[in-house]
């Protein structure tokens, strides 16, 4: 990374001009991926990716500059520049630089670089072999492996001074159904802050099963109803609506700038008292987890939603500055071409005490969304419109014919109000999150939960 003194003379020329607060974020990431079509390698690559980010805080706004020339002469050039926008002058010095030492929840057992490349191809050709010979109807498979081993540095002129290594790994199984003209995709894509042992024992025919069979299984479904209805949402991913609807709300990038339906909603009911909802960034291996945040802040357990009560934001340090409250310890980017904010980890509803058959059991009728798809968010007003991936009818208390084409049509607030059953079954998905600071890994969860008269979009034959 950088010597001491080169960053502490870094962080002294960004504040020669009086900005109240300075920062260097120094990033070196080293990835590899590998993609099969049709069992075929078509894509084996390494990148390695490195710079350098300065923040400075003139009050309550910032300035952000970053290089990938790491030389001495040219980042203080680039701090002395970002310096240049601060209008306020006053003497600031820096404090000195104490190393802070953090628990590493995420350990590294077999590192990535002693895995030969051909026994992970061999991994994803099983996958896309026992979907091919799953059904006749599948007609293609797709198979993606990635690690990344990121080293970081977080400094600043309140003394933090922070190093992390970063280790995740991924992989993607998809199979293509096709009849007639139309064709169905289905998906599973695990991922761990681990290091290769994540694959210990991992079903990867399993794998190529299932998306087989649900791929088929959607082809030949009907079109699913519209209107106001009843739905139960699966476990795991099923948690992206809580995420996308609610949690980005509850961030302090909006809540800040009120520009968040919850952001004067600290300690009132905004869900029905059965919802407790979590944001943990200190899960050990998780895809979302981080031994520091992204500002040399340790991670937290937030409790956001306690019994129906909103009872935390997720907050950054500049954000907290404008709110008036502390870091939650919840500073992310996704690399130092991106200044922080504030983003969740692994988010999720936390479990119930039903199960998914009596939840099933006590809905007349509606949907049942078993896997969820991507959507669109508006934070400000927490309206969304999301996509059901798989998805079946739910008739006189049983599950019945799978649809297709159904998508979940509301508003964050209402959909929170209308949970009023929680399954025992909890489960995550793991994503990659956009916003503001860039796209970064983060796990949604849930039990299998119903929610109460939600507009359902769909179609007729």
């Given at each position: 990374?950088?010597?001491?003194?080169?960053?502490?003379?870094?962080?002294?020329?960004?504040?020669?001009?009086?900005?109240?607060?300075?920062?260097?974020?120094?990033?070196?990431?080293?990835?590899?991926?590998?993609?099969?079509?049709?069992?075929?390698?078509?894509?084996?690559n390494?990148?390695?990716?490195h710079?350098?980010?300065?923040?400075?805080?003139?009050?309550?706004?910032?300035?952000?500059?970053?290089?990938?020339?790491?030389?001495?002469?040219n980042?203080?050039?680039?701090?002395?520049?970002?310096?240049?926008?601060?209008?306020?002058?006053?003497?600031?010095?820096?404090?000195?630089?104490?190393?802070?030492?953090?628990?590493?929840?995420?350990?590294?057992?077999?590192?990535?670089?002693?895995i030969?490349?051909?026994?992970?191809?061999?991994?994803?050709?099983?996958?896309?072999?026992?979907?091919?010979?799953?059904?006749t109807?599948?007609?293609?498979?797709?198979?993606?492996?990635l690690?990344?081993?990121?080293?970081?540095?977080?400094?600043?002129?309140?003394?933090?001074?922070?190093?992390?290594?970063?280790?995740?790994?991924?992989?993607?199984?998809?199979?293509?159904?096709?009849?007639?003209?139309?064709?169905?995709t289905?998906?599973?894509?695990?991922?761990?802050?681990?290091?290769?042992?994540?694959?210990?024992?991992m079903?990867f025919?399993?794998?190529?099963?299932?998306?087989?069979?649900?791929a088929?299984?959607m082809?030949?479904a009907?079109?699913?109803?519209?209107?106001?209805?009843?739905?139960?949402?699966?476990?795991?991913?099923?948690?992206?609506?809580?995420?996308?609807?609610?949690?980005?709300?509850?961030?302090?990038?909006?809540?800040?700038?009120k520009?968040?339906?919850?952001?004067?909603?600290?300690?009132?009911?905004?869900?029905?008292?059965?919802?407790?909802?979590?944001d943990d960034?200190?899960?050990?291996?998780a895809?979302?987890?981080?031994?520091?945040?992204?500002?040399?802040?340790?991670?937290?357990?937030?409790?956001?939603?306690?019994?129906g009560?909103?009872?935390?934001?997720?907050?950054?340090?500049?954000?907290?500055?404008?709110?008036?409250?502390?870091?939650?310890?919840s500073?992310?980017?996704?690399?130092?071409?991106?200044?922080?904010t504030?983003?969740?980890?692994?988010?999720?509803i936390?479990?119930?005490?039903?199960?998914?058959?009596?939840?099933?059991?006590?809905?007349e009728?509606?949907?049942y969304?078993?896997?969820?798809?991507?959507?669109?968010?508006?934070?400000a007003?927490?309206?969304?419109?999301?996509?059901?991936?798989?998805?079946?009818?739910?008739?006189?208390?049983?599950?019945?014919?799978?649809?297709?084409?159904?998508?979940?049509?509301?508003?964050?607030?209402?959909?929170?109000?209308?949970?009023?059953?929680?399954?025992?079954?909890?489960?995550?998905?793991?994503?990659?999150?956009?916003?503001?600071?860039?796209?970064?890994?983060?796990n949604?969860?849930q039990?299998?939960?119903?929610?109460?008269?939600?507009?359902?979009?769909?179609?007729?034959?």
């Amino acid at each position: 990374m950088l010597d001491k003194n080169l960053v502490a003379d870094v962080l002294t020329a960004a504040l020669s001009t009086g900005a109240s607060f300075a920062e260097v974020f120094v990033e070196n990431t080293v990835n590899n991926n590998i993609v099969l079509v049709n069992n075929v390698v078509e894509q084996a690559n390494s990148g390695i990716e490195h710079g350098v980010g300065i923040r400075i805080f003139d009050g309550l706004n910032a300035v952000y500059a970053f290089t990938n020339n790491m030389s001495r002469d040219n980042l203080l050039r680039v701090a002395k520049q970002a310096a240049g926008a601060v209008k306020e002058r006053k003497n600031t010095k820096a404090a000195d630089l104490v190393v802070l030492n953090f628990d590493n929840i995420s350990p590294m057992k077999v590192p990535y670089n002693t895995i030969p490349k051909n026994q992970i191809v061999d991994m994803l050709r099983v996958a896309g072999k026992a979907s091919m010979e799953a059904d006749t109807q599948i007609t293609g498979t797709r198979g993606q492996y990635l690690d990344v081993v990121t080293n970081v540095l977080v400094a600043n002129s309140e003394g933090v001074w922070g190093e992390d290594v970063r280790n995740r790994t991924r992989v993607s199984v998809s199979a293509v159904a096709s009849s007639a003209g139309e064709k169905q995709t289905a998906t599973r894509n695990p991922g761990a802050q681990q290091g290769f042992e994540f694959y210990d024992g991992m079903d990867f025919a399993g794998l190529g099963r299932d998306c087989a069979k649900e791929a088929v299984t959607m082809l030949h479904a009907g079109y699913a109803p519209s209107g106001k209805m009843d739905v139960v949402i699966g476990n795991g991913f099923g948690g992206v609506i809580f995420h996308e609807a609610c949690g980005h709300s509850l961030e302090a990038t909006g809540v800040a700038k009120k520009a968040s339906e919850f952001w004067d909603k600290k300690g009132t009911q905004i869900a029905n008292p059965i919802v407790n909802a979590i944001d943990d960034g200190t899960t050990p291996g998780a895809w979302g987890s981080q031994n520091m945040d992204d500002e040399g802040g340790k991670p937290r357990r937030n409790v956001l939603i306690k019994d129906g009560m909103l009872n935390t934001f997720l907050i950054d340090k500049l954000n907290g500055l404008r709110m008036g409250e502390e870091s939650t310890g919840s500073g992310r980017r996704q690399n130092y071409r991106f200044a922080p904010t504030s983003r969740m980890t692994n988010t999720y509803i936390d479990s119930g005490n039903s199960t998914l058959n009596e939840i099933i059991s006590a809905t007349e009728y509606g949907i049942y969304a078993k896997r969820m798809g991507g959507g669109s968010v508006t934070p400000a007003t927490g309206e969304f419109n999301f996509a059901v991936l798989e998805s079946y009818m739910i008739r006189n208390g049983k599950i019945a014919e799978p649809v297709r084409g159904a998508s979940l049509i509301g508003r964050g607030s209402e959909v929170l109000m209308n949970i009023d059953m929680i399954g025992n079954d909890m489960d995550h998905g793991q994503g990659m999150c956009g916003s503001v600071s860039g796209s970064i890994p983060a796990n949604c969860g849930q039990p299998s939960l119903r929610v109460k008269n939600i507009l359902v979009g769909g179609r007729s034959e």
